[in-house]
């Protein structure tokens, strides 16, 4: 299984290799998901909630990321289709 910090950073897929933001995730791996969104790094954050499996969490990560949107979204399905972030089966990490 993949790391939660490589998911967060992962920008693509090549076969079964995630491909992954090496220096964001660096940067930026160890912060939780409310520390990413408030740095607006939505798509990380919401690939933190969804690795989390908690629906609070998802439900944190909503509240803010709609207030600096202006939206309303609240289900990791429509926050999955808004960022293209989806669970795989994978194999392998390269790291860019």
Avoid: C, H, P, W
């Avoid at 998802?58 to 926050?79: K, Q, R």
């Amino acid at each position: 299984m993949i790391s939660r910090e490589d998911f967060m950073f992962t920008i693509g897929y090549d076969g079964d290799t995630a491909v992954v933001d090496g220096k964001a995730k660096a940067e930026y791996g160890k912060l939780d998901t409310l520390s990413l969104a408030r740095r607006g790094l939505f798509r990380s954050a919401f690939a933190s909630a969804l690795y989390s499996g908690s629906k609070e969490e998802l439900a944190a990560f909503a509240e803010v990321y709609n207030a600096a949107a202006g939206t309303s979204y609240s289900t990791a399905e429509e926050f999955q289709r808004l960022f293209g972030v989806k669970q795989e089966t994978i194999k392998k990490v390269m790291a860019l």
